[in-house]
Structures are given as structure tokens and as C-alpha cells.
T-cell receptor
Framework: AQRVTQPEKLLSVFKGAPVELKCNYS??????LFWYVQYSRQRLQLLLR??SRESIKGFTADLNKGETSFHLKKPFAQEEDSAMYYC??????????????FGRGTQLTVWP | GAVVSQHPSWVICKSGTSVKIECRSL??????MFWYRQFPKQSLMLMAT?????????EQGVEKDKFLINHASLTLSTLTVTSAHPEDSSFYIC???????????FGSGTQLSVL
């Protein structure tokens, strides 16, 4: 069965500090991994998708199949990065992308 | 970008009544819509996958007679919580996509409180 683990419920850093939000997964096949973000009073939106390998708002995430991890990183956090971040997994090729399995989320707070 | 509208944003009902939640794709045709529920401080849990014109596919443990899903058009899916009980109180979120490998767009969610 698929499982997504985000070990930190809360994470606080100061502005300009590096930030890493951890995500580990378990899945028997080749999953697709995503990071979704939810800013205060806004709806959930896609931040990153591992296959696109792009950097959004300075965030990057590398899929490490050996460690089954997909940690989200940003070298210099900004106050506007404060939000709830969800790591999510989809069954990969041939599987509907919207069948997502989410981690419990990490609330990131960036202090000025 | 594409917009998914979810209505109502919150609803309070008496135990035993049914509640309908609508999810609309406003500017695109959504071949597939998804329904999630989220308990306080917990993750989103996928409930079902809804394809236009066909029966919804429910995740394991989700009662299909309890949570009726209808996807009658390419822009509208509805979730009806039948004979609601306090344990059904939760935050329900829908999402929609144009196609199998397309980006997912989320509604703003519906907070259901059953008294």
C-alpha cells in the first residue's frame, strides 16, 4: 500500500535561512511525487512535480529512490513562504494523476 | 489558470439529513474529478474518483451508499452525504483535471458540521 510520511508537523525558520521539508514514501511501483502548498485562506495548489524537475519560487525537490524520499528545499526562506506544505504521491505512469495520497502536511513559518 | 468552484463553503445540518456539495470546473471541461476529506490537523484522504458519465470509483473503506457521487456533466460533480451523522463532520475538498496526465486544480473546500 502507498504511504506518505511527513515527520514534521511544524517547522520554523528565520528569513534568509535554508529550509528543508522532509517527505518519505512507500510504494511498490514507480510513483510520481508532488509537493502542494496551501497559503493562508487559499486553496491547495501544485508547487512541484518531480518529473518536471523545475524550480518554483526557489524550491526544489529531488526524488531519491534509494532513500524513498522527496524532500523539499529552499536555500533562502522568505516570509511569504509561510504556508502548509503537503507531499503527495500518485501511482505513476498509467495511473490517474489525481489519485493522490497525501502526507499529513508540514506547517512552515518563516520569521522576519 | 483553471478554476474549480466548490459550493457551499460551509454547511451545518441536523443528524439524519442529507447534504449535497457541488464541484464545478468554471473554465475547462473536467473529465475526472476527485473527492477528498480532511479531518482537523490530518491529511487529505482520497475518497473517490469520478469520471463524467460513469460510476465513481471509491477508495477502500469509503461507503458508496453513504457518499453518493454524481458526475453528470463535464463541468459538475456532486457529493451527497446521506443520512449525515456527527462523525461525518469534516472538511471535504474536490479537485478536477482535464485528463489523465493533466494538472490538478482544487476547490476551496466545504466544511460540514453535523449536529
Amino acid at each position: 500500500a502507498q504511504r506518505v510520511t511527513q515527520p514534521e508537523k511544524l517547522l520554523s525558520v528565520f528569513k534568509g535561512a535554508p529550509v528543508e521539508l522532509k517527505c518519505n514514501y512507500s510504494y511498490s511501483g514507480s510513483p510520481e511525487l508532488f509537493w502542494y502548498v496551501q497559503y493562508s485562506r487559499q486553496r491547495l495548489q501544485l508547487l512541484l512535480r518531480h518529473i518536471s524537475r523545475e524550480s518554483i519560487k526557489g524550491f526544489t525537490a529531488d526524488l531519491n529512490k534509494g532513500e524513498t524520499s522527496f524532500h523539499l528545499k529552499k536555500p533562502f526562506a522568505q516570509e511569504e513562504d509561510s504556508a502548509m506544505y503537503y507531499c503527495a504521491l500518485s501511482g505513476g505512469r498509467g495511473s490517474t494523476l489525481g489519485r493522490l495520497y497525501f502526507g499529513r502536511g508540514t506547517q512552515l513559518t518563516v520569521w522576519p | 489558470g483553471a478554476v474549480v468552484s466548490q459550493h457551499p463553503s460551509w454547511v451545518i445540518c441536523k443528524s439524519g439529513t442529507s447534504v449535497k456539495i457541488e464541484c464545478r470546473s468554471l473554465d475547462f471541461q473536467a473529465t475526472t474529478m476527485f473527492w477528498y476529506r480532511q479531518f482537523p490537523k490530518q491529511s487529505l484522504m482520497l475518497m473517490a474518483t469520478s469520471n463524467e458519465g460513469s460510476k465513481a470509483t471509491y477508495e477502500q473503506g469509503v461507503e458508496k451508499d453513504k457518499f453518493l457521487i454524481n458526475h453528470a456533466s463535464l463541468t459538475l460533480s456532486t457529493l451527497t452525504v446521506t443520512s449525515a451523522h456527527p462523525e461525518d463532520s469534516s472538511f471535504y475538498i474536490c479537485s478536477a483535471t482535464r485528463g489523465t496526465n493533466e494538472k490538478l486544480f482544487f476547490g476551496s473546500g466545504t466544511q460540514l458540521s453535523v449536529l
